[in-house]
């Protein structure tokens, strides 16, 4: 609904006035000026001005019409509205045929950016009797100049249902000759709804893409619309710290700035109207012979800060007619108003309209708007706008430049990226404990959580270096993250994708299907795959001692001692040795066992053998005993010298051919999906990590969902776990037990990184940042 303010000043003290039904501030600042004039003297010395106002709605015309023609009837002077552009051309008819002054203030629907009205239909020849009090809209040459100096190529053009798109067509045009691709984008009236969509509606890959496109944008829309929607992104995440959004409005108060520069991230800039005044409150409120109301042209005053556009110009328009209204009392060139009728075909027109057309176009008036003057075309020449701003992580903003029709922008604008100074930013970092990368230690005295680790100490580098803190929690699944078969990421990757953490650390390894989900600082660690095995158990054995021969050996030398002892013996007995007088043989089958055994170990024997045959056979006997014990006793030396047990599996080839022996690694895991993509896709098939996908989905319990898991698996089980080579060979280095050993590919293929959000502004300065002594660089 709008509202039309007709009012009408008389010589007779009768008046009229008309407003516009939405603006009921309107209504109440044109009675403030009307009451301040009568109380002044000096204008229009002992006449005073009554008034009468009537509303209406200003989508409709004909009401608009009815109206004012009531108000004619009763006699008027002048003719002052504010309206839309809708009941805004009918009134302009009506003021051209009855020769009524027309004082138009155009007002935009629900606050947002105004759209030039389109041009009425005029009899040739005959006087426009409509003054434009409010300048026409230059938002078009201020946009385009703005995004000129700012270099922008591509951007999203955002705008309110209520604003009228014809209204920025020639900024269009210019966009398009000048190569620059811009996107249009209404947003609805539930925003909520609208946003709410495009989750439910876009694709990973989509909203990605999206998010990027929001990286430059403009707004063209009502302070309350805009604090809406940039709630709503910055709450959803749509929108990233390096983001530069700018918001034209001539309607924005120093309230709807700051509640907007505290709404939003990244940097603003806001284009508005402004009204230049002199700093002295004297100056401020005094304007020639009139005193204009203190609560008002104070700018501290609370009522004057809530003050719209069109408030300031109805309060002037009322002064410029006060002045009018002097004028001609002084050259008393007054014509007497008979009552005007719309209705009847013989109606003449007010013949001292054109008098009083020709004295408000050559009087101008200081006031709330500086000064208020009319061009021979009718409109107001003085329009001035203030381009405001703040840089990454200001809460606050600050003048950047101005812009006029006569001299264009006075002041520079530069699109700064974010620099290496992120001081005061703040970062919700996410991990996953993974040793030796994230540790985390309790505090017995109920202090926060310490991380530690190679991880943390990269990330405390870049915190020292580049000024920012950072808040860091472990993800709720404790997973790296894989794509999900719904389409989302779960783990430390899903806290990345939902925005819902700016930086991902741990052992974080490059992937292709990560890269497509999320943004990689350079690497600044090489990866490769290992497995950890456990280191076969030694025993203390009491009989150790037989290990140097086999027992099939021990049983023939033990056969051999026998056979060889019942041949002597036969030897012997057949042919008895000759014995001195006085001996007594012994050559019993017991003596001969113990004299060979005796041999056997080196240790002699009791019983004289002096036959040829018995001698014969000892010294072959002797001799076969040599050989066995130099044998043993250089076996037995080795099995009691060597402290390394070799193992069977020394690579990862090894490992993949034996099948004897158990491995898996972490379900959803870069590990796991390297060994799928390597085993099943045609152009990076590798037919050792065929073998082992094979092997570690052949049964179900062969994968963990945890590298804590894994590592417990080996030590005490029958296992091998497959994971990250350092993460293994700090496992191994730091057992208390010794219990494992790894085995390395020799040809790492990728990296570690720090993870972002898609289209991070942190990824190239955490990439780009030179070394200083006792610092890390990522880019070295």
């Not at 008819?93 to 203030?105: K, Q, R, V």
């Not at 003048?399 to 006075?410: F, I, K, Q, S």
């Not at 070799?646 to 491995?663: A, C, G, H, K, V």
């Not at 060979?729 to 990184?753: H, I, K, L």
């Amino acid at each position: 609904m709008l509202l039309t303010s007709l009012f009408l000043f008389c010589v007779c003290v009768f008046a009229g006035a008309i407003f516009d039904e939405s603006a009921r501030k309107d209504d109440e600042v044109f009675r403030m000026a009307v009451a301040d004039l009568n109380l002044n003297n000096e204008i229009l010395e002992t006449e005073k001005i009554t008034i009468s106002v009537e509303f209406v709605d200003g989508n409709n015309p004909f009401q608009a019409v009815q109206e004012a023609c009531e108000l004619m009837n009763r006699g008027i002077l002048a003719l002052v509205s504010s309206i839309g552009c809708m009941s805004a051309g009918s009134l302009q008819t009506l003021a051209d045929a009855m020769h009524i002054p027309h004082l138009f203030i155009q007002k935009s629907p629900a606050g947002s950016p105004r759209s030039a009205c389109p041009p009425t239909g005029r009899v040739p020849g005959t006087d426009d009797y409509t003054l434009m009090v409010r300048p026409q809209v230059y938002l078009n040459e201020v946009i385009m100049q703005v995004v000129s100096e700012y270099g922008w190529q591509k951007f999203v053009l955002f705008y309110d249902s209520n604003f009228d798109i014809r209204g920025i067509e020639d900024f269009l045009d210019r966009t398009s000759q000048q190569g620059l691709d811009v996107s249009l984008q209404k947003v609805e009236a539930n925003i909520n709804m609208m946003i709410t969509s495009l989750f439910r509606t876009m694709r990973t890959e989509e909203l990605h893409r999206y998010r990027d496109t929001l990286r430059r944008a403009v707004l063209f829309m009502s302070p309350a619309t805009a604090k809406a929607f940039i709630s709503e992104v910055v709450e959803t995440n749509l929108v990233a710290f390096d983001c530069h959004w700018i918001l034209i409005n001539e309607e924005i108060s120093d309230y709807d700035l700051q509640d907007l520069v505290m709404k939003s991230i990244g940097r603003l800039t806001v284009i508005r109207q402004t009204f230049p005044m002199p700093p002295n409150a004297t100056q401020r409120c005094v304007k020639h012979n009139h005193r204009i109301n203190g609560a008002l042209c104070d700018p501290k005053n609370a009522k004057s800060q809530q003050l719209e556009i069109t408030n300031r110009y109805i309060y002037d328009s009322v002064l410029l007619l006060a002045n009018t209204f002097h004028k001609k009392l002084e050259d008393r060139k007054w014509h007497s108003m008979a009552s005007l009728s719309c209705i009847r075909k013989t109606s003449k027109p007010w013949q001292g309209g054109k008098s009083m057309l020709d004295t408000v176009k050559k009087f101008g008036v200081s006031g709330l708007t500086s000064f208020l003057e009319f061009t021979d075309n009718g409109t107001n020449p003085n329009i001035f706008f203030e381009i405001l701003g703040t840089n990454y992580g200001e809460d606050r903003g600050r003048g950047l430049a101005t812009w006029d029709p006569v001299h264009g922008l006075n002041g520079t604008l530069s699109d700064r990226k974010l620099e290496n100074n992120m001081r005061g930013v703040v970062l919700r970092v996410v991990t996953v404990l993974e040793e030796p990368f994230v540790m985390v230690s309790e505090n017995v005295l109920g202090k926060p959580k310490k991380y530690q680790g190679f991880s943390i100490d990269v990330l405390d580098a870049l915190a020292n270096y580049l000024g920012f803190k950072y808040e860091i929690f472990v993800a709720p699944d404790h997973k790296y993250g894989s794509l999900q078969p719904d389409g989302m990421w779960n783990g430390l990757m899903g806290e990345l994708v939902f925005k819902r953490a700016d930086v991902g650390l741990s052992a974080v390894t490059i992937t292709p299907e990560r890269e497509g989900a999320v943004d990689f600082t350079t690497r600044y660690m090489d990866y490769s795959v290992g497995v950890l095995l456990r280191k076969a158990e030694r025993t203390v054995d009491m009989f150790a001692c037989l290990a140097p021969f086999d027992l099939s050996l021990w049983a023939c030398i033990a056969g051999t001692v026998l056979l060889v002892g019942i041949l002597v013996y036969l030897l012997n007995w057949l042919n008895p040795p000759r014995l001195p007088m006085g001996a007594v043989s012994s050559t019993t089958l017991y003596n001969s066992m113990w004299f060979v055994y005796g041999s056997f170990v080196q240790q002699g024997g009791e019983v004289p053998y002096t036959t040829l045959a018995t001698r014969m056979m000892m010294g072959v006997w002797w001799m076969f005993a040599l050989i066995v014990i130099s044998s043993y006793t250089a076996n037995l030396a080795a099995f009691l010298t060597i402290t390394r047990i070799e193992n069977s599996i020394q690579s990862l080839q090894d490992l993949s051919r034996q099948t004897d022996l158990p491995y898996g690694t972490v379900l959803d895991s870069a590990v796991y999906d390297q060994v799928r993509s390597k085993a099943m896709n045609p152009f990076e098939r590798d037919p050792m990590y065929s073998q082992m996908w094979r092997m570690i989905n052949r049964t179900g319990d062969n994968n963990v969902d945890e590298s804590k898991e894994g590592i417990r698996k080996v030590k005490y089980g029958h296992f091998g776990f497959v994971w990250d080579a350092a993460v293994l060979e700090y496992v191994a280095v730091n057992d208390e037990d010794c219990s494992f050993y790894t085995v390395a590919s020799n040809a790492p293929d990728r990296g570690y990184g720090i993870a972002m959000q898609h289209g991070s502004p942190y990824r190239d300065v955490f990439s780009q940042s030179p070394k200083r002594p006792g610092e890390t660089s990522l880019s070295r």
